[in-house]
């Protein structure tokens, strides 16, 4: 089986901090670390790292950032045989500050993430029509996302998509998608309703999901888990308790997971399960691209 991943790839600027600044405050973190990141990229990384054949299409920076991301990829085995370096744009940065709970809050400079253009993307309808299956994030324009759902979705290709950061999206792409994974903010935005508003339940808003025609909905619920609404039914999945050191990426981790799983022919449910123990072994290490090897998931007992 063969996944490709759009979306971004970014180089994260990292500081571990006892407590978050409010507006206008310094405080003193901890060690500075830089490591590889960006949704698209941690996605395509995990996938790979499980051991999926994985083509990656993404822009990047014609700098230091760019060149080290792209040799990255190209020595995990990822194809990126359609990563440009773009030589007017920087490459994508994030900046990251993650507390000692392990939360973590991030700014994005998306550089030449912008430059994932929608008629590239069609262009590339004969590079995507040699996957099974299409992972799309919202960090890259949002035309592209939906031109990328729509050339995989007219070839027959299984389509994950991951809304974030969540943005709304014409209501006919939602029949297209096979899996959607929103977390519940994305869930509720996708909706048209604030971020914050907790009028609804995990169940509801699957449902309202569903309805405008996702195929299934797994909204990621953090510590509480996930809640599917699907063809197999409705049903919660556990999250799989570790000691926490990083969160950064680690939806990334299991929507890569989940995907992995479900074109490598897992239920649904067997999928997500999977997908929590992937994305569990990610938050025990910094890094947004420290999600584990297909060896580290078996050893920890799947
Ligand atoms: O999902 C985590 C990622 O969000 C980070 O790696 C950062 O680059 C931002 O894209």
Redesign the pocket.
């Known amino acids: 089986m063969k996944l490709v991943v759009v979306g971004?790839a970014?180089t994260?600027m990292v500081v571990k901090t006892k407590k978050m600044p409010i507006p206008g405050e310094t405080v003193l973190g901890g060690d500075f670390c830089m490591?590889q990141?960006?949704?698209g990229?941690?996605q395509a990384v995990c996938a790979r790292k499980l051991g999926m054949d994985v083509g990656f299409y993404a822009r990047l920076g014609r700098d230091i950032f760019g060149e080290n991301a792209l040799k990255y990829y190209k020595e995990l085995g990822i194809d990126t045989q359609k990563i440009e370096l773009i030589p007017t744009s920087p490459s994508?940065v994030?900046l990251?500050t993650v507390d000692e709970k392990g939360e973590?809050s991030?700014v994005?400079a998306s550089g030449a993430n912008s430059a994932v253009l929608p008629l590239d993307v069609e262009y590339a309808k004969d590079y995507i029509n040699e996957f099974d299956g299409l992972l799309v994030q919202f960090?890259i324009p949002l035309k592209s996302v939906t031109t990328a759902i729509e050339v995989a979705y007219q070839r027959g290709k299984f389509i994950v998509v991951n809304p974030?950061p969540a943005k709304e999206i014409n209501d006919r792409y939602f029949k297209m998608m096979d899996v959607l994974i929103p977390n519940r903010g994305e869930a509720r935005q996708l909706l048209g309703m604030a971020p914050d508003d907790d009028s609804k339940t995990p169940e509801e808003l699957a449902h309202l999901l569903r309805d405008k025609g996702a195929k299934a909905v797994v909204i990621t619920l953090g510590t509480e888990g996930s809640f599917v609404s699907s063809q197999e039914g409705d049903f919660h999945v556990d999250c799989v308790k570790v000691n926490v050191v990083d969160t950064?990426?680690a939806?990334?981790a299991y929507c890569a997971a989940l995907t992995c799983g479900c074109l490598w022919g897992k239920t649904l449910k067997e999928a997500c399960e999977f997908a929590s123990l992937v994305s569990a072994l990610k938050v025990t290490k910094m890094g947004?691209?420290s999600s584990p090897t297909m060896e580290e998931v078996e050893k920890a007992g799947l």
């Open positions: 971004s970014n994260d490591n990141g960006g949704k990229a941690n994508g994030a990251i973590n991030i994005v960090e974030a950064t990426g939806g990334d947004a691209q």
